[in-house]
């Protein structure tokens, strides 16, 4: 009976490891059911608002080294800074890429700045594709409900959210120094 059991055990055991699936899922800041992110940093007490938004506004000319990255609008006396970031991200060892383009908005008071970005879109760069932008929202709903689109979706969101902690944690030392 002993003997029974053990060898149903071993047999049943690969089907348990392939039910744990994937074990590192993408997770994004969302609202609404869309991808928002909306983070406030606390910094320095001694840090002015003046010095935050030029720091800020010298971070936002630098970070985004891309085609399509729009103009900035500033307005220094509310402490604003909004604009378009865009980053590429490569989806696979062919080459193919998309381009993801989204709304920046940086607000800064003394010793602390608030980071929002929002209004997400993607841009495949590849062979028979149509090369739009379009929301990203109805790939990221499917996505998560285990749908991908396609072998490109977790690269994909996986270096979207890469990116988007790296942008954040580039900011928070560019104005914490």
Not at 84 to 112: D, E, M
């Amino acid at each position: 009976m002993i003997k029974k059991l053990i060898i149903i055990t071993l047999s049943l055991l690969p089907y348990l490891c392939v039910a744990q699936g994937d074990i590192h899922p993408v997770i994004m800041q969302m609202r609404n059911g869309k991808i928002y992110f909306d983070n406030t940093y606390s910094l320095n007490a001694g840090l002015k608002k003046e010095e935050l938004f030029s720091r800020a506004v010298n971070w936002f000319k630098g970070a985004f080294q891309d085609p399509d990255k729009g103009a900035i609008t500033t307005d220094e006396k509310k402490g604003e800074i909004s604009g378009t970031g865009v980053f590429k991200i490569v989806t696979s060892a062919s080459g193919n890429y998309y381009w993801l383009r989204f709304a920046i908005n940086i607000t800064v008071h003394n010793a602390t700045y608030e980071l929002k970005a929002y209004d997400f879109y993607e841009k495949p760069i590849e062979p028979g594709i149509s090369n739009e932008y379009s929301k990203i929202e109805y790939r990221w709903w499917d996505y998560r409900q285990g749908k991908p689109w396609g072998a490109e979706d977790k690269p994909l969101f996986e270096g979207m959210s890469k990116d988007l902690n790296e942008m954040m944690a580039s900011l928070e030392t560019t104005m914490s120094k």
